[in-house]
């Protein structure tokens, strides 16, 4: 699977999958559907996208530059979703237990992270990473 054409790993192809988020064209239904659409956001360089789907409360401290120049700087390799919890249709909250694999300084790197979501007005948040 070329991690370029299905950065999210679940495809089918950017264009049906995470790409309608990306663009504003649909909504994310689920907050794993969120949390796709955001590793594809870091892989795709699309960086006011993260700012967009934070929880409103923090992205007033959201730092785009820095955020886009990490993205930049980092070949990402993969996404893997391990565990979900809520986070459907009709939840109201959820958590998203993902590992996301990218080198880095010419070494490939593993960032494993439980995210929390909450939906607003219908729409997904990422709202933090939570420690177990």
């Not at 689920?30 to 929880?55: Q, V």
């Not at 409360?57 to 809520?86: I, M, Y």
């Amino acid at each position: 699977m070329d991690n370029q054409v299905y950065p999210c790993g679940r495809g089918p192809a950017f264009e049906a999958c995470c790409e309608p988020y990306l663009t504003g064209s649909s909504l994310p239904k689920t907050a794993e559907d969120l949390m796709r659409s955001r590793y594809t956001a870091f892989a795709r360089h699309r960086i006011s996208y993260l700012k967009d789907t934070l929880w409103p409360k923090h992205q007033s401290s959201f730092d785009e530059p820095a955020t886009a120049r990490w993205a930049s700087e980092n070949h990402w390799a993969g996404l893997t979703v391990l565990e979900v919890h809520g986070g459907g249709e009709a939840d109201r909250e959820g958590t998203v237990l993902f590992e996301a694999k990218y080198l880095s300084g010419g070494k490939l790197v593993t960032h494993r992270e439980r995210s929390r979501f909450r939906k607003k007005s219908g729409r997904w948040f990422y709202v933090e990473a939570i420690t177990d």
